[in-house]
């Protein structure tokens, strides 16, 4: 309801809160001042005040006022008073006692009687003292030094300071190092780099023509650890992923790879056919300031973007749900599994949803596609892209995918982009070079060993139309790909069929003292140096029909995929 306003009732309201803390005018005006006769000392300003005071002092007028004795009290204390002091006073204006100011008991300059001429002029010819005294101590220091030097001009004499004194010209710092040695500093390290980098190119050429060019005396062991050494200077690698990398790509290839990886990948987006076509698409993004290309032959609904006027995740085409951002090389996985219309589709590690998309995308919203993600937080930008790009058949779930094929199976087809160490993606990741280990590369082999049987129990082999896996990684390593597949062909009733991607170099056979199957040249690798797109692996198996008692049979796996599944059983038990 509130308060009745009483119109008859004036509430008497006192002074504010500023008017009660200022201070009248008499405090700040010096007593003396106020007997100066003729003048109304309100109205004087502050530096007529000062010059009257002055003048005052001066002519020994002010009463009650007792100068304090400065200096040497003896018979020759004015010759033996400092001259700086008289020339800075003088000069100043300053006030004081005895052995300060002019016309002072210890001054030598005659007093004057107007004191204009005492204090310095700026260019306008006004006094300048209290502007000074609110500048800065630098700025102040400068101020005095200038001043001092244009009063000596005018007095005609050749210095500026007596005999035991040193004008020294005031610098400022404005808080940072001094510019040439950083400069040299700079050039020092770039200096170091350049060498380095030669030291590469001359190992390099000395490996490649090694009977000729070796020094006497030096094994190749010897050239190998130091161009290792000079590697990991240069591109910022720990000694054990450079070594790895070594082992994967020939030296000349290595150094191609290495530069590959300082460079961005284009950016790349995936036109979403559900919604709109990629020749539409095209124009649209064309007309808000977008250059693009198609992203190549191999792929119909690529487009790569060399530069646009705006922000490609924040377009209305985008919003709507027409593109999806994707890299080049995830659309690969999604092309080799060729989902067909009316299958059941299992994506086994689903997150962020752009191979789920583009499966549904492939199928035109038909079957039933499982989205599962172990982690449920990365699910959300699953269920995001899936509303916004308008995918109907698909279900989302979040189990781990070693127990997947407890939950459910008899899939068409099942797509395992595996967690991995990332190193076909360090330009994205740069972190990738210092924090990649021997343990965890192994780790992510296990983990990778493990969810790739369990993708193969989740496939059903009589599928007329499927029963494919495919295996993907975003990563280089032989012991996350080519191992890890192999070690899948010895224990399960599988056998690699060709990917049906055109391009990209074949798996390994063969990798220092191990030997895979020879399938797995069916296998592909994809490069940053050599195919601008980030590092990729890729693999397509295919489940045979086993009748019990095979090594690739579900229901008879052998010891140690009992030993598997018992464990997984007990596991799924504590959790309930």
Request: hydrophobic residues 30%; contains cysteine; neutral net charge.
């Amino acid at each position: 309801m509130g308060r009745r306003l009483e119109v008859g009732k004036r509430v008497v309201r006192g002074p504010g809160r500023k008017s009660r803390k200022q201070r009248g005018a008499e405090t700040e005006i010096p007593p003396e001042l106020l007997a100066v006769e003729g003048s109304d000392p309100t109205r004087l300003k502050s530096r007529q005040r000062k010059r009257a005071l002055k003048r005052k002092r001066s002519a020994g007028k002010v009463e009650g006022e007792t100068a304090a004795e400065k200096g040497f009290s003896d018979d020759n204390k004015l010759w033996l008073f400092p001259a700086s002091k008289r020339t800075m006073g003088a000069e100043r204006g300053e006030t004081g006692g005895e052995g300060e100011g002019e016309g002072g008991k210890g001054s030598l300059l005659p007093p004057s009687s107007d004191s204009d001429s005492d204090l310095p002029l700026d260019d306008f010819g006004g006094s300048s003292e209290s502007e000074v005294e609110g500048l800065p101590p630098t700025e102040q220091t400068a101020t005095s030094v200038r001043r001092k030097q244009n009063t000596a001009q005018d007095r005609g004499e050749g210095e500026t300071e007596e005999e035991g004194e040193t004008e020294v010209e005031p610098t400022i710092n404005i808080g940072g190092p001094n510019m040439p040695e950083d400069i040299e500093q700079q050039g020092q390290g770039d200096g170091d780099l350049r060498q380095v980098h030669s030291r590469i190119q001359e190992t390099v050429a000395i490996l490649s023509d090694f009977g000729k060019r070796r020094e006497q005396g030096r094994d190749r062991q010897e050239y190998l650890a130091a161009l290792r050494h000079d590697l990991c200077t240069y591109y910022s690698y720990n000694a054990y992923l450079m070594g790895c990398l070594m082992d994967v790509y020939p030296l000349t290839q290595l150094i191609e790879f290495l530069e590959a990886n300082e460079i961005q990948r284009p950016v790349t987006i995936r036109t979403n056919t559900l919604k709109t076509r990629r020749r539409d698409l095209a124009q649209a993004l064309i007309n808000r300031g977008v250059n693009l290309d198609p992203l190549g032959k191999w792929s119909k609904t690529g487009l790569v973007i060399f530069d646009s006027a705006v922000p490609v995740g924040a377009t209305p085409e985008y919003l709507a749900g027409h593109y999806i951002l994707q890299g080049a090389s995830s659309l690969l996985p999604v092309i080799s599994l060729s989902p067909q219309e009316g299958e059941k589709i299992l994506d086994m590690c689903c997150a962020p949803g752009g191979k789920t998309t583009y499966c549904a995308q492939l199928m035109k919203n038909t079957g039933v596609i499982v989205a599962n993600d172990s982690n449920s937080d990365r699910l959300r930008s699953v269920v995001g892209n899936l509303h916004r790009l308008g995918v109907t058949n698909a279900i989302v779930s979040s189990y781990k995918g070693q127990d997947f094929p407890r939950v459910m199976g008899g899939f068409d087809r099942v797509l395992l982009d595996a967690p991995c160490s990332g190193t076909g993606v360090i330009s994205k990741d740069p972190g990738v070079k210092t924090n990649k280990e021997d343990l965890t590369i192994k780790k992510c082999a296990q983990l990778q060993k493990q969810l790739l049987l369990a993708a193969i129990d989740s496939v059903d082999s009589k599928s007329a139309t499927g029963g494919y896996i495919v295996y993907s990684t975003c990563s280089v390593m032989v012991e996350e790909n080519e191992w890890v597949v192999d070690y899948a062909l010895k224990k399960r009733h599988v056998k690699l069929v060709p990917t049906g991607l055109e391009f990209g170099n074949d798996g390994f056979t063969r990798f220092r003292d191990r030997r895979f199957h020879p399938s797995l040249s069916l296998s592909r690798r994809f490069s940053p140096h050599a195919h601008n797109m980030d590092g990729f692996f890729v693999a397509k198996l295919r489940k045979l029909p086993g009748a019990g008692g095979g090594p690739g049979s579900a229901k008879g796996q052998g010891v140690e995929g009992r030993a598997a599944g018992s464990k997984v059983a007990a596991a799924v038990a504590a959790e309930k």
